[in-house]
């Protein structure tokens, strides 16, 4: 029998332990995976003790997750070269701020075929300005391939076994079914693909899409406007993936990572809350995020600026009339009835997925 | 100069009457269009005054919209033939179950070269127990083609001049700008595709999946449960409509009446409301449908039946999960919890988009 799996989770926030549960499950019950699944633990003292013991001893990561019990085969570790070092799967759930150092950490010291899974929501801003995917840093930093988990798949529903959907974006043919396995549960349905820069991107687009849902909430613009907004991101996505992301799959819009999330971060995401608020108060957004939404997921302004960035790059900013008009509102170029004016006039023919996507 | 286009207006309810100030303020800034525009209305007995004079007087109708004011150019009638007889277009906008006994009154009456719109949200039972849609019933009753205009357009927000869009669903190719023009406004987009079928079962599909989404929000399943519905919801959408309307455009999903309706109803929708008083009370429907949405748009439950039906003479209740069991939990056949099920097992390679619309 060939060698059994290694698998290291490395974080210990809401999502890491939520998933931590799946993973751990899964792989005691697979004959392909090594039972014991190490996670790499930022250590803190908690009253008097150490947060890695307390997970050792009781199962419970006390910080993140007080009422949520880990399967006995997860064992958190402070250091995460102990904790990855034999590694066949490497699956990462930090925030993307602390990817770039961790990754720096374990270079050279992972196994050379190993196989990275990001669960991280949010990108890194590239040396160029641009948006850098989680997993094209960790592919760049770590040298080994990186595939990746997202979705509609808020924490505390995945861990009360609400029922929820996750896309994989795989870049191994092989993994396709191993990473499957690895994450799946009766209540957590997930569907892998190969298009995998796809996945990630339609994640992090949402970020303005749900932003723009929040301005036209905070101008009680009502559901019309919304869907309006809603409607136009989607389309602006599929083009943005045209233009950066070529040769994606117009399927990988219906995935979770697409349809579900945008539809879901447009009613009920921070994003959509922060943007109210700022039509809302009138106080500045740096203000208003540090308030409102403490925390390391990139927002709908920051992601705003990356795409916008990008556009101009290529001179393309008023191809993508909805991206533009957020990210010129955030900076107080446009006055906030651009959001209508945008929507009114924007051209409609160079929408048409049909265009795009040749059928 | 040609002759110019003359325009009527079949109903005189909230829609219709939201409608008709575009119709009128566009024929009267049209060199295309007789500036006169008859409107058909049922008539009553308003404090002792029949409703058409008051319309014609006021130019508002007491009834549906006190508080709006119409066109000059539009004139009420209480007979549809005086109505309709003179018309290059009609636009119907009357409840879906009087569509059959007024085409029957018009049968001859209207000119031969006249083009009707449906502006009719719904459809009417065929003889065969499926689902017939409202322009297929006039082009069937009157001998004319006939185009639909719907989309995410609720009347007290168009009326409210917030924006909003629509798509026309045109069945001639020389009317496309003509139906455009008569109905766009500054707040209102209207986009014109030639999809009819598409858009008019897409606006009618949505009723069983606002349901489905209510249903999860009565048994309070959370955001990611809701957004599972939906994503399914779409795919079953995309497929049904490659078997019952083949030869339909992807991009069509991508308009006002796909997207944008479907959202919408699954947050704001009356099916919503009726889904989850369904489950918080556990009443039964019928009574539940008469107290909550009194009126004449047809419901969730009944399009689910009518889908059901349609499904069944082709063997396809399997391939439809969410349909079937929206279906089934309306009928007592599932329990609640089946909806939940149905996301999890459903299979998934039947609804790939790719598979129905290859790229």
Same mark, same amino acid.
């Given at each position: 029998m060939a060698d059994r799996l290694n698998v290291c989770i490395i974080g210990s926030g809401n999502w890491a332990t939520t998933i931590a549960r799946n993973v751990g499950n899964n792989v005691a019950n697979s004959q392909l995976m090594e039972p014991k699944v190490n996670m790499y633990v930022y250590e803190e003292i908690i009253e008097g003790r150490k947060l890695t013991e307390i997970i050792n001893s009781t199962h419970i990561n006390v910080k993140y997750m007080p009422d949520f019990v880990l399967p006995m085969n997860i064992v958190a570790y402070d250091d995460v070269v102990t904790t990855a070092r034999d590694a066949d799967i490497l699956i990462f759930a930090i925030p993307p701020t602390f990817v770039n150092s961790c990754c720096k950490t374990l270079l050279g010291k992972v196994k050379p075929l190993a196989h990275a899974v990001s669960l991280i929501k949010g990108f890194e801003r590239g040396d160029d300005g641009q948006i850098l995917l989680i997993s094209h840093l960790i592919m760049r930093q770590l040298k080994i391939p990186c595939s990746v988990l997202v979705g509609c798949n808020l924490a505390h529903e995945v861990s009360n076994n609400n029922f929820a959907e996750g896309t994989i974006g795989c870049r191994d043919q092989k993994y396709m079914r191993i990473l499957q396995d690895l994450f799946k549960s009766n209540t957590f349905r997930v569907v892998v693909t190969d298009d995998a820069d796809c996945v990630e991107i339609c994640s992090t687009l949402r970020n303005i899409i749900a932003f723009g849902a929040g301005l036209a909430d905070g101008m009680e613009l009502n559901e019309n406007t919304k869907a309006g907004v809603i409607r136009r991101g989607f389309l602006e996505t599929l083009q943005f993936v045209d233009v950066? +992301?070529?040769?994606?799959?117009?399927?990988?819009?219906?995935?979770s990572c697409g349809l579900s999330d945008l539809v879901t971060s447009c009613y009920a995401n921070r994003n959509r809350k922060l943007a109210e608020a700022f039509v809302k108060t009138g106080q500045p957004l740096n203000e208003l995020e540090s308030l409102l939404v403490p925390g390391h997921e990139p927002l709908g302004p920051v992601t705003a600026e990356l795409v916008h960035i990008m556009l101009k790059k290529k001179g393309l900013e008023e191809k993508f009339p909805l991206f533009t008009a957020v990210f010129r509102i955030c900076t107080g170029?446009?006055?906030?009835?651009?959001l209508v004016e945008t929507l009114r006039y924007?051209?409609?023919?160079? +929408?048409h997925p049909n265009h795009i996507f040749p059928l």
């Open positions: 950066f +992301y070529p040769g994606s799959r117009l399927a990988t819009f219906f995935e170029v446009y006055p906030l009835s651009r924007a051209r409609e023919d160079i +929408y």
